[in-house]
T-cell receptor
Framework: GAVVSQHPSWVICKSGTSVKIECRSL??????MFWYRQFPKQSLMLMAT?????????EQGVEKDKFLINHASLTLSTLTVTSAHPEDSSFYIC???????????FGPGTRLTVT | AQSVTQLDSHVSVSEGTPVLLRCNYS??????LFWYVQHPNKGLQLLLK??????LVKGINGFEAEFKKSETSFHLTKPSAHMSDAAEYFC????????????FGAGTRLAVHP
């Protein structure tokens, strides 16, 4: 139980284009989802926290107009990287918290490469 | 403010020998502490967590960790390493209770040799 999926697992896009990453909780409803960024051989950094039906809360230094987060349902959150640049290339990981729980379950991650 | 320091970026052991991954934390209050494992192409998996109950915490796959407040440490151990234990391990700290941020350590890559 408590499986989180991400789609796509790997995406290449050209500089200046936008790319959307989906995070789904497959067998539970998630009131809260989190988005993390992981640089090569480095740790995870929290980007934002999203609650279903409300605006995401972004961490200091994260551009909310560049990283658009939508949490439209209890099983789906999306992260859109707008006007992507090579420095946005990274591994993006989401996590989801089941209703009534504080534990985070992590997705497998999405590797974004911007050329 | 909270932080975690994983003292080794790489640890290499032989199969069947003990594993020790070291973690020190800094927190102005009694924290919740976690160990997560990350295998390639798989999501982070929770190994174990400490939330102010027993100081010796047993987790999955034979791993355990001991919370030592006097040493501000939460080291992860396993008596006998398996090849399948090779992965990246993260020590994580959080404020207890509620939707609080997880603060990740830099990670320790564990290699297991035959």
């Amino acid at each position: 139980g408590a499986v989180v999926s991400q789609h796509p697992s790997w995406v290449i896009c050209k500089s200046g284009t936008s790319v959307k990453i989906e995070c789904r909780s497959l067998d539970f409803q998630a009131t809260t989802m989190f988005w993390y960024r992981q640089f090569p051989k480095q740790s995870l950094m929290l980007m934002a926290t999203s609650n279903e039906g409300s605006k995401a809360t972004y961490e200091q230094g994260v551009e909310k107009d560049k990283f658009l987060i939508n949490h439209a349902s209890l099983t789906l959150s999306t992260l859109t990287v707008t006007s992507a640049h090579p420095e946005d290339s990274s591994f993006y990981i989401c996590s989801a918290t089941p209703v009534g729980s504080y534990e985070q379950y992590f997705g497998p991650g999405t590797r974004l490469t911007v050329t | 403010a909270q932080s975690v320091t994983q003292l080794d970026s790489h640890v290499s052991v032989s199969e069947g020998t003990p594993v020790l991954l070291r973690c020190n934390y800094s927190s102005s209050y009694s924290p919740s502490l976690f160990w997560y494992v990350q295998h390639p192409n798989k999501g982070l998996q929770l190994l174990l967590k400490y939330t102010s109950a027993a100081t010796l915490v047993k987790g999955i796959n034979g791993f355990e960790a001991e919370f030592k407040k006097s040493e501000t440490s939460f080291h992860l151990t396993k008596p006998s390493a398996h090849m399948s234990d090779a992965a990246e391990y993260f020590c994580v700290v959080s404020k207890p209770g509620g939707y609080n941020k997880l603060i990740f350590g830099a990670g320790t890559r564990l290699a297991v040799h035959p």
